[in-house]
């Protein structure tokens, strides 16, 4: 089992997605923290035209073991057809975060 930590980067539409899936993940324990930061402005191209969002942004701490889970319930729970969804690996960290990280997203 991978026990490489990862931040997961994930835009919602509003506050109220953002808590859903941030509940969700941490009970599932598919996360083993996310901070819901404050909304923010997106330009991005979608279906051939320019769009402008305000949106709040996830930040979402999980192991690469999770992460398929941790997708999978992302996009049933997001109301977006391709709901950013951007891991990036933790190449270095205080070892006793990572440490937690992994404990806390461990099969219960």
């Known amino acids: 089992m991978s026990t490489e930590c990862l931040l997961v980067l994930c835009n919602t539409p509003d506050t109220a997605c953002a808590e859903q899936i941030a509940q969700a993940l941490v009970e599932r324990r598919l996360a083993a923290c996310v901070n819901i930061l404050a909304p923010c402005r997106s330009v991005y191209r979608w279906q051939g035209a320019v769009e402008h ?10 192991t690469a073991a999770r992460y398929a889970a941790l997708e999978t319930a992302i996009r049933a729970l997001h109301p977006y057809e391709v709901p950013e969804i951007i891991a990036l690996p933790l190449s270095t960290g205080l070892p006793a975060y990572l440490g937690w990280i992994t404990q806390e997203t461990a099969d219960a």
């Open 53 to 62: 969002a305000t949106e709040v942004p996830l930040l979402i701490k999980t």
